[in-house]
């Protein structure tokens, strides 16, 4: 029987080293569309608040992860993580594989 495919695993080894990853749950449409709507409706705001309200919204749809801080440390859950700990290069990735993931699916959609 089919089974839908909800969380897929992301290979992160050009932000945090060979075999780590960060596991993401599949986005809906109307999630993509929110997506990109943060990206899009804040002309208004500094965009200092934006790039954190946008690194909130990436890491709440993370399910889990293995990346660790500069001394080896496990990070907290994604969940949990304050997007200002994160590197740029790293919230960039999360962004982007959720960029990317959100464009596959709007291709299958079509």
């Known amino acids: 029987m089919p089974k839908r495919k909800n969380v897929i695993r992301v ?11 960060i ?3 599949v986005l809906k449409v ?11 409706a ?14 909130r919204t990436f890491l709440d749809r993370l399910e889990a992860w293995n990346w660790v801080d500069d001394d ?5 859950p ?4 304050d997007p200002e700990e994160l590197t740029s ?13 959100g464009r596959e699916q709007e291709q299958q959609g079509k």
């Not at 290979?11 to 990853?21: A, F, I, L, P």
């Open 30 to 40: 109307a999630e993509v569309r929110d997506l990109f709507r943060v990206e899009t």
């Open 42 to 55: 804040n002309e208004d705001r500094p965009p200092e608040e934006v790039y954190i309200e946008a690194g």
């Open 11 to 21: 290979d992160s080894t050009e932000v945090q080293g060979k075999g780590s990853y």
């Open 72 to 76: 080896g440390e496990a990070l907290p």
């Open 89 to 101: 290069l790293e919230l960039a990735f999360i962004g982007q594989s959720l960029a990317n993931m």
């Open 78 to 81: 994604p969940t949990e993580m």
């Open 23 to 25: 596991t993401m749950r």
